[in-house]
C-alpha cells in the first residue's frame, strides 16, 4: 500500500468513527449499563417502545450508554420498581402514575374519570404546565420523572356479564390500581374494587379470585385477558398515562451530557410510544373480537348517569387534590379541547 492513500485510509476511518460516535465523542459520557423495567410482556407496546429507547440511548451515545430491558415485571411490580429507583438500585423503569400517587399525590388527577375526551387533550395536558409541574414534584421523592407514554383510556373486561348499566357492576370483584380515587370511584359505581400489582392480575383473573378489571384495549390484548374474561365493554371512563422514571440517586451521578442523551431517548421513546399505541389501538380490537369476547359500547346516556354517580367522589378528592390544580386542570383541558 503506497503511503497516500494509506494516509488516506486512515483519515477517512478517523472521520467515520467520529461521526458515528456523534455527539459522544466530544461529549462527557461514560460506558454504563442502565436497567430497565417494566410490567407489560415484551410484546406489548411497553415491550416494543422499551425496544426503542434502548436502540435510540444506544446510537445517541455511540454504543457507551446501554440498556437491559426487563418486561413482564419481572425487576417487580410498578410500586416495587419505584422503591427500587428512590434506594438507587434500578436505574430506570415505566410505569403508571396511580401508584405514584401514594407519594405525590396530585399525580390522583389522572386517576379522575371522564376527564379527558381524546388523546389529544391528554397530551396537551400530560406535556403541559401541569404534567411537567408533576414530574417535578417527584424529585424531592428521590424519582427523576422523564417523559410520559400512553397507557391510554381504560375500559372494564368481566368474567359476570356485560355492563349495560351502572346497575351491572353490582357485586362484580374488580381489580384496581393501587390507588385511592380508584377505589373510591369503583366502589361508589357499585363494584368490589380490589386493589392488586398487575403483576397479579392474569392469575387473579384466571382464579376467579377477582371477576374483572379494567385497563386499556391493548393491554387486554397483550396480556391476552381474553382468554380468561368473556365480556368487555367500553367505556373510555378513565385516560391514565405512564411515566418513564430514572433512579435520582443514579442520576445525579450522571454528566450532563450523559442526562441530556437520556433526555433525549426518552423523548424520542414517547413520540414512537404513543403512535405505536395509537395504532395498536385499533388492531388489538380486531384481535380481541376474533377471540370472541362480547364486546358493547355503554352508551352516552348511560355514561351521564356514571359521571352523576361518581361525583361526590370527584369533589371529595378536587378538595383533596386542591382545587386551584382542578381549576389549572380543567383550563389546559378547554383550552386543548376548542
Ligand atoms: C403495568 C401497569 C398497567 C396498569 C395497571 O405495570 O396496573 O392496570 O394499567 O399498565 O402499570
Redesign the pocket.
Given at each position: 500500500m503506497n503511503k497516500p492513500f494509506k494516509t488516506r485510509l486512515i483519515l477517512l476511518a478517523a472521520a467515520l468513527s467520529c461521526a458515528f460516535a456523534g455527539v459522544a465523542a466530544a461529549a462527557d459520557v461514560k460506558p454504563r449499563l442502565i436497567r430497565f423495567g417494566?410490567?407489560?410482556n415484551d410484546d406489548s407496546v411497553?415491550g416494543r417502545a422499551a425496544r426503542h429507547l434502548a436502540q435510540e440511548l444506544e446510537k445517541l451515545s455511540g454504543g457507551k450508554l446501554k440498556m437491559k430491558t426487563f418486561g413482564s415485571?419481572n425487576l417487580g411490580?410498578?410500586e416495587q420498581m419505584q422503591s427500587a429507583l428512590v434506594g438507587g438500585v434500578q436505574e430506570m423503569m415505566?410505569?403508571?402514575t396511580?401508584?405514584l400517587a401514594g407519594m405525590v399525590k396530585e399525580f390522583g388527577v389522572f386517576d379522575l374519570p371522564f376527564l379527558f375526551n381524546s388523546e389529544k387533550e391528554a397530551d396537551a395536558v400530560l406535556d403541559g404546565q401541569l404534567g411537567q409541574d408533576l414530574l417535578k414534584k417527584l424529585e424531592a421523592r428521590g424519582l427523576i420523572g422523564l417523559v410520559y407514554w400512553e397507557?391510554g383510556f381504560?375500559n372494564m373486561t368481566n368474567s359476570k356479564r356485560p355492563i349495560v348499566r351502572a346497575e351491572d357492576m353490582q357485586g362484580i370483584k374488580l381489580?384496581?390500581?393501587?390507588n385511592q380515587i380508584a377505589l373510591g370511584v369503583f366502589n361508589t359505581l357499585g363494584a368490589n374494587a380490589v386493589p392488586m400489582?398487575?403483576?397479579e392480575?392474569f392469575t387473579a383473573l384466571e382464579t376467579r379470585t377477582v371477576d374483572g378489571?379494567?385497563?386499556?384495549i391493548t393491554?387486554i390484548q397483550s396480556s391476552k385477558f381474553y382468554e380468561v374474561q368473556p365480556y368487555l365493554t367500553i367505556t373510555r371512563h378513565v385516560y391514565?398515562p405512564?411515566v418513564v422514571l430514572a433512579s435520582k440517586k443514579w442520576w445525579d451521578k450522571l454528566s450532563p451530557d450523559e442526562q441530556k442523551l437520556v433526555r433525549q431517548a426518552a423523548e424520542a421513546s414517547r413520540d414512537f410510544e404513543r403512535k405505536d399505541s395509537r395504532a395498536d389501538s385499533l388492531k388489538a380490537m380486531g384481535t380481541l373480537e376474533q377471540a370472541g369476547m362480547k364486546i358493547n359500547t355503554v352508551s352516552p346516556e348511560e355514561v351521564a348517569r356514571m359521571r352523576e354517580k361518581v361525583q361526590p367522589v370527584v369533589d371529595k378528592y378536587t378538595q383533596e387534590l386542591g382545587p386551584e390544580l382542578i381549576q389549572q386542570l380543567n383550563a389546559e383541558i378547554g383550552k386543548a379541547r376548542n
Open positions: 417494566y410490567g407489560l411497553q415485571a411490580s410498578d415505566v410505569g403508571s396511580a401508584p397507557n381504560r381489580r384496581v390500581m393501587q400489582p398487575f403483576s392480575l378489571q379494567e385497563n386499556p393491554t391514565t405512564w
